[in-house]
């Protein structure tokens, strides 16, 4: 392991270097300011079906992205070769175009004040040496621990696993140049079950910085297995405004609707339903949500965004009230603020819960739907209309009755955000929001 993390050091100060070198050729060109950053990975990526393989790929990617500044004007290009000559041309190549584009007020490198120029060590490297052979065997030990769970199951549509490591490297004209190495691991099945009147499908899956930390391929199996039986026969239900719960694995996509709706773009373009709403109620008081970027090992956390700005907790939402935009440098200026540190995306949301567990939800529900599956893209973050495919099961005196699909859940975001419940116990952390199930008091229920 010693020799893995001096390998990886070894990498970033190389990376480093050729930063380095464009800086300072991209400063003997004129340019009044530069940056260039380059994230890598390389790792090993496994498809099976029914334990043959269908994919095995061995990858490295990545390449060095360079913006240089003439005044306001920007020109960028990229390079995947590292060599002094290649470096050479791509600054060039990048003095070139910004000769042609626009001047812009906006754009520039982000102001030194809010860089991190000591990026805290947050514990993402856990790398894993793992060989083919495993890799495969895993896939197969989760179809097989699925096929045994259950006799409806019947086939499978593959599992998957991927181990990646790699690194990350930032550098500018003011002086910055730091970057931090990760790791990802994941394994994931898909199953098919059958009966006589219908087939179903679901999956199950694991996802880690740490590969001991993965739940075991007979854990992921037998888990898709469960789902996939779970919603055989599954029915549709009468069009009714109803309550529903949006199960944990999938309630963040609720909050990634409001991540669109904050952030600067869509706030300087004035194309958000959210637009007026800085300083006021949009959720119940029992609603807050709070961004940490430094959590150890999650697989959100960063020391700094993509413009090298210093990532820091940030409240977004304080007792129903949104309290921040979600700003890059440049929608920043466009906006006169500073940067949120959210050029790249967010940082962990954690959004704070009760202590009911899915059964307590369903029993305050009642009557309702409890949603495990959405489909669809039909959500206008300009208008907050919201209209999606839905799957899941119908719950009545607070349990779950029977499987539900080809159903469509609608209404508005501003009344499904203001509608909130309650929030369960059951967090998912397998993703950038961390929430529990959410229950909504009301929405509109599109069946037959």
Same mark, same amino acid.
């Given at each position: ?23 300072? #050729?991209?400063?003997?060109? @004129?340019?009044? /300011?530069?940056?260039? +950053?380059? =994230? ?6 496994? $498809? ?125 004209? #003011?002086?910055?140049?730091? @970057?931090?190495? /990760?790791?990802?691991? +994941?394994? =994931? ?6 009966? $006589? ?133 440049? /929608? ?117």
């Amino acid at each position: 392991m010693q020799a893995v993390q001096q390998d990886i050091q070894q990498e970033i100060d190389e990376v480093k270097a050729a930063v380095s070198q464009v800086l300072a #050729h991209a400063k003997r060109l @004129g340019a009044s /300011s530069a940056e260039a +950053s380059m =994230s890598r990975t390389r790792g090993l990526s496994v $498809e099976t079906r029914n334990g043959e393989v269908e994919t095995l790929e061995f990858n490295q990617d990545g390449g060095l992205g360079i913006s240089l500044y003439f005044g306001q004007h920007k020109g960028s290009a990229s390079t995947a070769d590292l060599s002094p000559q290649a470096l050479q041309r791509a600054v060039e190549a990048a003095t070139d175009i910004a000769r042609y584009t626009s001047e812009d007020p906006c754009t520039g490198v982000a102001e030194a004040g809010w860089l991190e120029f000591s990026p805290p060590d947050l514990n993402l490297f856990h790398p894993h040496e793992v060989d083919t052979a495993e890799a495969i065997a895993s896939c197969a030990r989760a179809e097989q621990a699925a096929y045994d769970t259950d006799p409806r199951i019947v086939n499978s549509e593959g599992a998957s696993f991927s181990s990646h490591q790699g690194l990350k490297v930032y550098g500018n004209s #003011h002086g910055q140049l730091v @970057g931090y190495p /990760s790791s990802r691991h +994941s394994l =994931s099945c898909v199953m098919i079950g059958k009966t $006589e009147q219908d087939m179903q499908r679901d999956y199950s899956y694991s996802v880690h910085r740490d590969f001991s930390q993965l739940l075991s391929p007979e854990q992921i199996g037998r888990e898709a297995a469960q789902e996939t039986v779970a919603r055989l026969d599954a029915r549709q239900v009468p069009t009714q405004k109803v309550p529903v719960i949006f199960r944990a694995d999938i309630a963040s996509s609720l909050f990634g609707h409001l991540v669109s709706a904050i952030s600067g773009g869509s706030i300087y373009r004035e194309s958000s339903f959210l637009l007026d709403k800085l300083g006021q109620k949009i959720f119940p008081d029992h609603v807050s949500i709070v961004e940490q970027p430094h959590l150890p090992m999650a697989l959100a956390s960063s020391p700094f965004d993509a413009e090298g700005v210093k990532t820091r907790d940030l409240a977004i939402i304080e007792q129903g009230v949104l309290t921040s935009w979600l700003l890059t440098s440049y /929608s920043a200026r466009k906006l006169g603020l500073s940067s949120t540190g959210h050029a790249g995306g967010i940082h962990n949301w954690l959004v704070q819960h009760g202590d009911k567990d899915l059964a307590a939800l369903c029993r305050e529900m009642g009557r309702g739907l409890l949603v495990t599956e959405l489909m669809g893209q039909g959500v206008n973050t300009v208008t907050g209309d919201y209209s999606r495919g839905a799957a899941g099961f119908w719950v009545e005196n607070g349990e779950i009755q029977f499987p539900v699909a080809e159903v469509t859940i609608a209404g508005n975001l501003k009344d499904i955000f203001q509608n909130i419940a309650a929030i369960g116990q059951d967090v998912d952390r397998r993703g950038g929001v961390h929430t529990g199930s959410v229950l909504i008091s009301s929405m509109q229920v599109a069946g037959n």
